[in-house]
């Protein structure tokens, strides 16, 4: 049963993202950018891929280092293989997700174990606290059958991170509180999900199209949620058609954000410390 909102949040501005291309030249769509990542604290970036042309994936991402964050990687539909310098190696398959903190440093790589068919899904950064940037690397494989689903009359959602209408999770983050909803909509469904005011938030569409406080959101777009004062949350609406949308919130850090590349942290000194704690071989020891 949807829970009652009372002052649901509308849309500050519609993103398209941008085409680009990654790791051994994997084409995607960077849908946050680096521009929005005070707007969007604590989330830094996310990327979209999604395609039936194995030259446009195979490539993958070989061996590459991160420092002061987390990456949550979403797979759609493919097979993708996770590899680390901490010794941690996973499948990542349909439905399924990893959840990699990179902390004080990791090297890692994510290569396609696919040749043919359709690659398709999301990689979330979400910033870690001045606090615990340097905290030892980790990792979870969350497969698919081990993400809770909430099944509404005419809606299925997958909650990979907080807490949906009293369903929990798989992951939690107690400083950044992160929400990350998979929602499914039959035709002309709706979804009410409850958001703290503070919480920035929006909602990527890629499938079909929803409406957001009277404002339609199409596929492939994603909508900022206005932090409006007083507002305690967000209604989906699918149109004629289903529709499948991701909604990410979280606590804001209000700290420095100072990224060079794969490694984010609060001063310019901190990023020349990680450059040369790579270039000596001791980012991940």
């Not at 493919?78 to 990542?92: C, F, I, N, T, V």
């Not at 899904?121 to 910033?127: E, K, T």
Request: charged fraction near 20%; proline fraction near 6%.
């Amino acid at each position: 049963m949807n829970t009652i909102l009372t002052n649901e949040r509308g849309v500050e501005r519609v993103v398209a993202g941008q085409a680009t291309q990654d790791g051994a030249g994997v084409k995607l769509t960077r849908v946050l950018t680096s521009d929005l990542q005070h707007r969007l604290d604590p989330f830094l970036m996310l990327d979209a891929f999604g395609t039936d042309n194995p030259g446009d994936y195979i490539g993958g991402f070989p061996d590459h280092p991160h420092r002061g964050f987390e990456t949550v990687t979403y797979m759609i539909a493919g097979r993708m293989r996770h590899r680390d310098s901490a010794g941690h190696e996973g499948l990542l398959t349909n439905g399924g997700v990893q959840w990699m903190t990179a902390g004080r440093g990791v090297i890692h790589s994510e290569m396609p174990e696919q040749e043919d068919g359709r690659m398709e899904g999301f990689q979330l950064w979400l910033n870690l606290a001045a606090q615990d940037k340097m905290q030892p690397a980790g990792y979870r494989d969350i497969p698919s059958t081990e993400i809770p689903e909430l099944r509404l009359k005419d809606a299925t959602v997958r909650v990979i991170a907080g807490t949906s209408q009293g369903l929990a999770g798989a992951m939690h983050r107690e400083r950044t509180e992160p929400l990350l909803l998979d929602i499914h909509l039959d035709a002309g469904a709706s979804f009410h999900q409850p958001l703290p005011a503070e919480h920035n938030a929006f909602v990527y569409v890629y499938r079909g199209s929803v409406t957001i406080a009277g404002r339609q959101i199409d596929s492939q777009r994603m909508a900022i949620l206005a932090n409006t004062p007083g507002s305690d949350g967000l209604v989906l609406r699918a149109g004629e058609a289903p529709a499948r949308a991701l909604l990410v919130a979280g606590r804001p850090l209000r700290e420095p954000i100072a990224q060079y590349g794969p490694f984010v942290m609060n001063t310019r000194e901190q990023l020349m410390q990680a450059v040369q704690d790579f270039q000596s071989g001791k980012l991940a020891a």
